[in-house]
């Protein structure tokens, strides 16, 4: 569990930053609450995009800490404390945080891919996770198979 949260969130450190670079080309965000600011200044609705895991009937929504003017997400929190301070917060390398980081993950790689995800140009199609309506936009049948119009 430790070393997927640490992934994933490490990969949204790398990635989130990318997309605040997309956003505005002379950007010097370089921590959470920096990404937050400039990514909502853009993106007003991605602190509310939630993901779902049908298989499991789970419900994500894990960026919405960045409603609160200076949330961090909880997944994050314990990816920084597993992170510095393993032998005291290795607990928190739990299930919801991963699950939590990994969704995350998926939320701010659609946003940087926005374009693509638009016009279900991300194949193959994601197996276990899935948005809601509210930002479900159809499939459409690519070449070889069905992509799906991810709607901002």
Known sequence: MA???LAAS??????????????DVDSRAD????????IISAFPKFP?????????GLNLTPWEKWNESN???????????????????????????????VA????????????????AKLIPMQALLRVTEDNF???????IEFGINYKF
């Open 71 to 101: 949330g961090a997400p909880i997944w994050w929190t314990a990816y920084n404390k597993v992170h510095h301070h393993r032998d005291t917060d290795y607990h928190q390398a739990n299930l919801k945080n991963v699950l939590n980081s």
């Open 137 to 143: 936009a159809g499939s459409t049948l690519n070449i």
């Open 48 to 56: 509310n995009f939630k993901v779902t895991i049908p298989r499991f």
């Open 104 to 119: 995350g993950l998926f939320v701010v790689t659609l946003y940087f891919y926005k374009d693509m995800a638009e016009n």
């Open 31 to 38: 921590s959470i609450n920096q990404y937050r600011n400039e």
């Open 3 to 5: 070393r997927i949260l």
């Open 10 to 23: 490490s990969e949204i450190d790398v990635i989130a930053k990318q997309l605040c670079q997309k956003i």
